[in-house]
C-alpha cells in the first residue's frame, strides 16, 4: 500500500510537471521498454521460479548448496542483463521506431524517447536483482522489508528525478531526463534497502558464475515457458502502446494514468497475496501435500475477489472524482481528467481477472505446469488484438482499455478450468458460497456509493481539500459498509483478518 499510494504521488508530480502530451508521452514509451523486462524479470518469471527451486533447496538441500545457488544466481542475472542493457541501448532507435512508428510524425519526439530508453535501460538490472533478494528473503519468512523496498523506488525516483527535473534545464537538458535519471536512483534505493535484511539472514555473497549448476538450469528451464505465460499482460501493453500511438494526442498519457491507478489495488491484493502465496505452495509442492494446495488457492482465490470485486465498483463510480482530485492539477486540464476516467472505468471491468491471475500463475509454476500459461498468453494477445482491431476505429483508445480487461478475462477463464482439472478438482462449493457473500456485500456497496455521491456532488467538485474530504468520506463509509455486511455474512476470510486485528489491539 505504501509503494502504491507514493507511486501515485509520483505520477501526480508527471502531471502536474507534464500533463498527457508530448513530452509524457515520450516518457511512458521509453519506460515501456525496461518495464516490460522488470515484469519479465522483476515481478514475473524470475521471481517464480527462483522461489519454486530456492524452496525446494531450503527443503532438501544444506545450506552451503542453497548459498551458492543464490549466489550463482546473481552472478549470471548481473552479467546476462548487463549485456541485454547494453545492446537495448545501442538499438534504442529502433526499438523505439518498432513500438511507437507514429511518433515520428511529431519532430523530435522519436528522438526524445530514444533518449529516454537510453537512460532508464540499466534500471532493468538494479530491479532484477532486487526481485532475486525479494525472493531469498520472502522464503526465509521475511516479507516486510521486501514490500517495503518498492516505496523506496518511489521515493528514490520522486526525490532523485523531481530535483534533477529543476537542475537539468540550466544545462541544457529537458526535464524530462531528470525523471529518467530518477528511475535508476529508485532501483538502485530498491536494491539497496533490502541487503542489510538480506545479510541479518545469514547470507554473504561470494562471487559464484556456474553455467552447468543444476539448481540454475532448473530455473531457467521454468523461467522460459514462465516468460511467456506472465508476459501476457506486457505483450499486450506493447501492442496497445502501438495502437495507442495512432491515436489522438495524449492517448497513451490516459492509458497510462488510468493503468497506473487500476494498479493500486493489483499491486495491493493481487501482487501481495502472490508474493505471500508463492513460497508457501513452493513448499507444500515439494512435500506434495495437494491437500494443502487445493486449501491455499481456493483461500486465496477468496481472498482475491474480496478485496477486488469491491474495488472494481468504487473505481467505475469514482472514476472522475478520483482522477480530477489526484491529476488534475498544473498541465492536467478537466479534459483529460474526462478522458482518463473513462479509461480507467474499462480497466477496472478486467480488475479481479488480472488480480486472480497474479495467484493463479505461481499455482502452476509450484506443480511444475509452465506450459498452461503460455497457453493462456497467446489465447490473451490474439483476444486483445482481435478486439482492439475491431473497435479502434469507433472508441479509438477506450478499445483497448476494454481489450485489456477482456483478455484478462479469458486468461483467467482458461487458467481457473485447467488448474480445477490439474489438481483434480477443489472445493468449489466453497468459492462459490464466498462469492455470493462477496456479490451481496459489493452490491450493498454499489447502492450506498450511488445513493450518496449525489449528495456530495457540490464538494467533489470543489477545492481540492473539499475534493478530498468528500471522496474520502465516500471510500471510507463504503469500505466500512462493505466489512460490516461480509462480518454479518461471516466470510472466513473476513474473520481472519478481523480476528488478526483484534489480538495485534489487544497485545497494545
Not at 499491486?267 to 515439494?286: D, E, H, R
Not at 477468496?302 to 472524482?321: K, Y
Amino acid at each position: 500500500m505504501c509503494s502504491r499510494v507514493l507511486g501515485l504521488v509520483r505520477e501526480q508530480v508527471f502531471a502536474g510537471m507534464f500533463g498527457a502530451g508530448f513530452t509524457y508521452d515520450a516518457f511512458v514509451v521509453a519506460f515501456r521498454i525496461p518495464n516490460l523486462l522488470r515484469d519479465l524479470f522483476g515481478e514475473g518469471a524470475l521471481s517464480a521460479a527462483f522461489v519454486t527451486v530456492f524452496s525446494a533447496y531450503e527443503t532438501k538441500r544444506s545450506q552451503e548448496d542453497t548459498q551458492r545457488l543464490a549466489a550463482n544466481v546473481l552472478t549470471f542475472l548481473l552479467v546476462l542483463l548487463s549485456l541485454l542493457t547494453l545492446s537495448g541501448i545501442f538499438f534504442a532507435d529502433e526499438i523505439v521506431s518498432i513500438l511507437a512508428p507514429d511518433f515520428a510524425l511529431v519532430p523530435g519526439k522519436t528522438a526524445l524517447t530514444v533518449l529516454l530508453t537510453s537512460i532508464m535501460l540499466p534500471f532493468l538490472v538494479f530491479i532484477s536483482l532486487s526481485a532475486v533478494v525479494m525472493g531469498i528473503l520472502n522464503t526465509k519468512g521475511r516479507f516486510f522489508v521486501p514490500a517495503l523496498a518498492s516505496s523506496f523506488f518511489n521515493l528514490g525516483s520522486l526525490i532523485g528525478g523531481v530535483s534533477l527535473a529543476f537542475i537539468l534545464p540550466h544545462y541544457g537538458q529537458p526535464a524530462i531526463v531528470g525523471m529518467a535519471i530518477g528511475t535508476l536512483i529508485g532501483g538502485l534505493a530498491q536494491l539497496g534497502s533490502q541487503l542489510p535484511t538480506l545479510w541479518k539472514t545469514g547470507f554473504r555473497y561470494r562471487p559464484v558464475f556456474n553455467l552447468k549448476d543444476p539448481g540454475l538450469i532448473q530455473i531457467l528451464k521454468l523461467m522460459i515457458p514462465a516468460t511467456i505465460g506472465l508476459s501476457a499482460i506486457q505483450i499486450n501493453i506493447f501492442i496497445n502502446t502501438n495502437f495507442a500511438a495512432s491515436c489522438a494526442e495524449g492517448s497513451v498519457s490516459w492509458l497510462y494514468y488510468a493503468y497506473r491507478l487500476v494498479h493500486l489495488p493489483i499491486g495491493v491484493f493481487g501482487v501481495a497475496l502472490s508474493i505471500a502465496m508463492l513460497p508457501v505452495l513452493a513448499k507444500q509442492a515439494a512435500q506434495k501435500d495437494i491437500p494443502a494446495m487445493k486449501e491455499t488457492m481456493v483461500s486465496s482465490l477468496t481472498m482475491v475477489f474480496a478485496l477486488s470485486l469491491p474495488a472494481t465498483a468504487g473505481l467505475i463510480i469514482l472514476s472522475q472524482p478520483i482522477i480530477r482530485l489526484i491529476f488534475e492539477h498544473g498541465a492536467f486540464t478537466p479534459a483529460d481528467t474526462i478522458a482518463t476516467a473513462q479509461t480507467l472505468s474499462l480497466y477496472a471491468v478486467g480488475l479481479f481477472a488480472y488480480s486472480a491471475n497474479k495467484i493463479l500463475g505461481p499455482a502452476f509454476y509450484a506443480l511444475d505446469k509452465t506450459q498452461y500459461p503460455v497457453i493462456a498468453s497467446f489465447l490473451a494477445i490474439i483476444s486483445n488484438i482481435l478486439i482492439i482491431t475491431l473497435t479502434i476505429d469507433r472508441f479509438q483508445h477506450l478499445a483497448i482499455a476494454l481489450s485489456t480487461s477482456c483478455s484478462m478475462l479469458i486468461s483467467f477463464l482458461f487458467l481457473v478450468v485447467v488448474l480445477y482439472k490439474k489438481l483434480h478438482g477443489f472445493n468449489v462449493s466453497y468459492l462459490i458460497r464466498g462469492l455470493a457473500k462477496i456479490a451481496a456485500a459489493t452490491l450493498a456497496l454499489i447502492t450506498m456509493l450511488l445513493l450518496t455521491s449525489p449528495l456530495l456532488a457540490g464538494w467533489l467538485l470543489g477545492n481540492t481539500l473539499q475534493q478530498a474530504i468528500a471522496l474520502l468520506t465516500l471510500v471510507v463509509t463504503a469500505v466500512a459498509l462493505y466489512g460490516a455486511v461480509l462480518h454479518l455474512l461471516q466470510l472466513s476470510e473476513m474473520n481472519i483478518i478481523s480476528d488478526k486485528i483484534k489480538s495485534r489491539l489487544r497485545r497494545k
